[in-house]
């Protein structure tokens, strides 16, 4: 690959990080180098920082960014629950209207409940036929587009994958997974700035809907899917709720497209901004896994979660009251050089690599698995099918203070 940067917006943030506003989603429009720096600068001056807010919910929040105390935090669901939202615009609104129901704000012993419920539908004998399609896709997708010459990474490969094989996992019949997929754009998409919040909630009721619909069609003809795990199950011998099944449907869409597709997309133009780690991985001197774990290490797609305290825990030298929401900076976490050696360079053969881009603890991502493996298919697919790739235009970053990456790449493939 030949080097050749991109071009996205600009924002820089300054020499301290007092007045740096991490609410608002320009201040991560800045250059990956400048966002490297900002960050060492909240590790080094201020680890667990007080971050004021005017007219929310809350007062402030704190924002964490050393390693070692966000892994603290996510271990510790006694003392920091997701029950009241677990990210910056839930959290800073006061709550979840899908908290002690959805399985990521949800705690105790109906997360745990949920939780083991749930991963029979992501049991390795059920994930083995979806992975085959991610591949089979992965492959496809790479190979017109190498074929073809240009192509928008994003729009033309990457969009087509996680969203198809989040259809496959939770058995949406083929005939439905183009009003699915119109559904969950409209519902979820965080790319383009001024969308109309209408028209996302109706798409969300509209999904909603749809799985409720598809629940009761399971219900008496169960598969081996995720609608149908949660519509035949039963906890302390009663089925869960209308509610529950269907907020957990719309919790695998969440959670699993645009973090895996934001990963692929980021994947796809690191390896063209780092020609000589293309090579290493061309040529087969690193492996595709190590690949997989400096992508979601350097790219960290999910770039915060968050909690609340229900007790008074110290944190570096600081006290968080009971009620205060601690926000968790994995790509702050995943750049710490008291844990990663040299975090400024993208290393595809880095060894070791113990990020935090699937969090951790009893939260930690339940469809890690399938994340690395979509990851994994797309970067086997562009060494097999491509010997260079450049730039073709500017990226375009999406607008969040939650999700990185773009929602357009503009790339020439040259075919292997
Ligand atoms: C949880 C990241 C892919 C489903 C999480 C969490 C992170 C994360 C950081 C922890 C949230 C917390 O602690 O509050 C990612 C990334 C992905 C990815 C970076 C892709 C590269 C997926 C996929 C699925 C999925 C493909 C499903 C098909 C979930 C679910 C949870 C979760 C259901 C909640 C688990 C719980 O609360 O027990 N994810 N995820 N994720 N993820 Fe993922």
């Known amino acids: 690959m030949s080097f050749g940067a991109f071009v996205t917006d600009l924002h820089t943030p300054s020499d301290t990080v007092e007045g740096i506003d ?30 004021e807010v005017t007219g929310r919910a809350v007062p402030g929040f704190w924002a964490l960014s050393r390693y070692d105390d966000v892994m603290k935090v996510y271990r510790d669901n006694r003392r920091f629950t997701s029950e009241r939202g677990n990210v910056l615009t839930t959290l800073l609104e006061g709550g979840d209207s899908a908290a002690g ?26 994930l ?50 183009d009003y699915l997929l119109s559904l969950t754009k409209e519902a979820l998409s965080t ?40 519509a035949t199950s039963t906890i302390d011998g009663e089925p869960l709720s209308e509610q529950e099944i269907i907020f957990n449907c719309y919790s695998v869409i969440i959670g699993g497209d645009e973090t895996s597709r934001l990963s692929m997309i980021c994947g796809m133009r690191e390896l063209i901004e780092h020609p000589e780690q293309w090579r290493r991985l061309k040529s087969g ?53 008291d844990v990663f050696a040299d975090p400024g360079t993208f290393d595809l053969g880095r060894a070791p690599n113990k990020h935090v881009s699937f969090g951790y603890g009893p939260h ?16 086997t697919a562009l060494r097999t099918h491509v010997a260079e790739a450049v730039p073709d235009g500017p990226a375009k970053p999406i607008h969040s203070n939650f999700l990185h990456g773009y929602s357009s790449l503009p790339v020439t493939l040259r075919r292997a």
Not at 205 to 216: C, D, I, R, T
């Open 364 to 379: 930690f991502c339940l469809g890690a698995y399938l994340g690395r493996a979509e990851i994994s298919a797309m970067l």
């Open 285 to 337: 001197e690193v492996t595709v896994d190590s690949a997989v774990e400096e992508v979601l290490r350097w790219v960290s797609p999910a770039m915060h979660f968050g909690r609340r305290a229900l007790e008074d825990v110290e944190i570096g030298g600081r006290t968080v009251r009971a009620g205060d929401v601690v926000t968790l900076w994995n790509s702050s976490a995943n750049y710490d050089e």
């Open 191 to 230: 790319e383009e700035e001024g969308q109309s919040a209408d028209e996302a909630l109706v798409a969300r009721n509209e999904l909603l809907f749809y799985f409720s619909g598809l629940a009761g069609e399971r219900r008496d003809d169960p598969r081996d899917d995720v609608v149908s795990v949660l």
């Open 101 to 126: 129901k959805m399985l990521a704000v949800t705690d105790g012993r109906r997360h745990r409940d949920l939780r083991n419920l749930l991963l029979k539908a992501f049991a390795p004998r059920v």
């Open 22 to 51: 991490l609410t608002d989603p320009r201040t991560f429009l800045a250059p990956g180098a400048e966002l490297v720096d900002m960050w060492r600068r909240f590790r080094a001056q201020s680890p667990v920082h007080w971050h």
């Open 128 to 177: 083995e036929p979806v992975v085959a399609g991610v591949r089979e896709r992965a492959d496809r997708l790479v190979r017109h587009a190498a074929e073809s010459g240009d192509c928008d990474f994003a729009q033309d490969v990457a969009e087509h994958i996680p969203m198809a094989t989040i259809a496959d996992l939770l058995g949406v019949p083929a005939g439905d997974r």
